[in-house]
């Protein structure tokens, strides 16, 4: 049998126009903002009407830690959407868009796989409907206000040396982590040191994905702390009048992407924060639309549970006042070995031992998930090397912590693969087990804070945090930010800060490098040891790969 690649199926997917897609959700075609005739946006004019609607059931899906080996944890929403729609329920997807960073770096697309894709594809993974070409250009329309304003006299009294605000790009580049600015005489300005962040970690998309409406992006946008005076007084960027004008360029942006599922079921695709250097979720407004909309309602939290899904938990749902009613966990035969030891080149030989020693990586993330007071059930995501004593060893693992695992085969069948976990998420949905808190209150301490997800979810023994940056938190508090949330940016391939250290580490310290305040996101940015908020390319990027054929299409995206 030949086996298609990703590409290829989605190239061959029978899309439907994306009106159709709309009316199985409700939504007229005079709401929709078409871009192709593939995809729309949803108009807020519409959007506005949901508002007195009853709220569907919210369902995570999050993962252990990556491995190379992979997870498939966008496969794996996108299969259970559709193994949902399958069994007779109303049921859309939110994930977020694909950055152009990995896609040409290391982590390719960000659509799903094999059976369980959303297309366009190609689209998706490139410049989709423009959101993040946007969020770019307001963020450093900001920047450019801010060099302009010391330029023309600096009314504001801003000091150089504490101008905060970095620039961004949507690709990786390690070149321009750290910059030297304006060089060449007085007409470029005053020299200064400057950098760049990837546009993920830029807190304007922060700003967005957790903004109700434009109105509260707009108020987000203003709340940005851009620099500080002498007297380390904030500048905002209500001060530099930017707030509005960044609005105006994120007008069209705001408004949620709907597309479509191999098996063309709605998929709504909003917003694009990493989960390791920002706070990993798809777009409020756009979780909030498809809550209104549709009876349950499947998303993403990116990377590992000990990162997406605690950020999902903790600064999502608390800010947006969302309460998931159950939580799968994305695991494979193949992550569970490499997470007990065995190199890449071996996986394909069984181990039963490997497997069920990795398992402790699973299970911390299923003890974890479980104290936010949530039902909490496994995928094991099938790979054709998957031996029958490999996968009873994790669904034996996953009882022995009071989970349900289900093997899933969407990679290859599509929702016939994914019907029987289908069918258990619907009656944990249903049955409202879930009694959701987050894992701190408002009112604790920034440092407290830090050691809480330390210790609880990373199991860690202490935070490493020097004298200067334990004197910014507690400044911080004094100013009226305590009651902000703690998004940690922090490897993903390891609970520890140490990403060679896979499984279940514990009894390690959590340095923190550096906290940055996001005043207009509404939470606290901890870097803790060696992640870049600029990542880099890898020895031979994707990009190297990538190119059109002879017929126009592209080749080595996916």
């Known amino acids: 049998m030949t086996i298609r690649s990703d590409i290829e199926i989605a190239r061959a997917a029978n899309k439907k126009p994306i009106t159709e897609i709309g009316a199985k959700l409700g939504v007229p075609s005079e709401a929709l903002v078409p871009y192709g005739h593939d995809k729309a946006k949803v108009g807020q004019a519409f959007i506005d009407t949901l508002a007195d609607r009853p709220d569907g059931k919210l369902i995570l899906v999050t993962a252990v830690n ?56 190609e689209d998706m993974n490139l410049h989709f409907t423009g959101d993040f070409h946007a969020i770019t250009s307001a963020h450093n329309l900001l920047s450019a206000m801010i060099d302009n304003h010391i ?35 007085v007409s470029n300005g005053f020299p200064s040191e400057a950098g760049f962040d990837i546009t993920v970690a830029s807190e304007v998309m922060a700003c967005l994905c957790l903004a109700t409406d434009l ?14 005076r002498r007297d380390k007084s904030p500048i905002y960027a209500r001060d530099i009048k930017a707030d509005g004008a960044m609005t105006v360029l994120l007008k069209d942006a705001m408004q949620p992407n709907l597309v479509q599922t191999l098996e063309n079921n709605p998929a709504f695709v909003h917003g694009g924060p ?20 549709a009876d349950y309602v499947v998303t993403e939290a990116g990377f ?88 009873a060893a994790i669904k034996a693992f996953a009882e022995s912590r009071g989970a349900e695992a289900y093997l899933c085969r969407h990679w290859a069948d599509g929702s016939a693969g994914v019907t029987e976990l289908a069918t258990r998420v619907a009656e944990l949905a249903d049955a409202d087990m879930a009694n959701f808190s ?37 400044e911080w508090e004094e100013q009226g930010y305590g009651h902000l949330p703690i998004c940690m940016a922090k490897t993903q391939y390891s609970f520890s800060s140490d990403p060679s250290l896979r499984g279940a580490p514990e009894g390690h310290g959590l340095p923190v490098r550096e906290v940055r305040l996001s005043a207009g996101a509404g939470f606290i940015v901890v870097i803790c040891g060696a992640i870049m908020t600029m990542p880099g ?18 080749e080595g995206l996916f």
């Open 304 to 391: 590992g549970a000990d990162l997406g899904a605690e950020k999902f938990m903790n600064i999502k749902c608390r800010k947006a006042g969302l309460s998931p009613a159950a939580v799968v966990v994305v695991a494979t035969v193949r992550a569970m070995k490499m997470h007990g030891g065995v190199a890449k080149d071996a996986l394909g030989t069984e181990d039963v031992a490997a497997v069920t020693a990795g398992c402790e990586n699973l299970g911390r993330h299923i003890a974890n998930l479980k104290s936010f007071g949530v039902p909490v059930v496994v995928a094991i995501n099938h790979f054709v090397t998957d031996t029958d004593a490999e996968v």
């Open 66 to 121: 990556p491995t190379p080996a992979g997870e498939g944890k966008t496969t794996t929403t996108v299969g259970l959407g559709d193994g949902l729609n399958a069994i007779g329920k109303k049921a859309a997807i939110c994930i977020r868009e694909a950055s152009l960073g990995p896609c040409f770096g290391m982590k390719g697309g960000a659509a799903g796989g094999g059976n369980a894709q959303v297309v366009p594809m």
């Open 151 to 185: 330029y023309w006299g600096n009314s504001l009294e801003i000091d150089q040396r504490r101008v905060v605000w970095r620039r961004v790009m949507d690709m990786n580049d390690r070149a321009l982590r750290q910059i030297t600015a304006s060089l060449g005489g």
């Open 215 to 228: 109105g509260d992006l707009e108020r987000r946008l203003g709340e940005i702390i851009v620099a500080y």
């Open 537 to 554: 390319l890898p020895r031979g990027p994707a990009a190297e790969a990538i190119r059109l054929n002879d017929t126009g299409e592209i």
């Open 274 to 293: 990493f989960a390791n250097i920002a706070h990993g979720c798809n777009s409020v407004i756009a979780t909030r639309t498809a809550l209104k909309l």
């Open 438 to 474: 987050p894992l701190y209150p408002d009112d604790k301490p920034l440092f407290d804070k830090i050691e809480t997800i330390a210790k609880r979810i990373y199991r860690a023994n202490e935070v490493l945090a020097d004298t200067k940056i334990r004197a910014q938190l507690r």
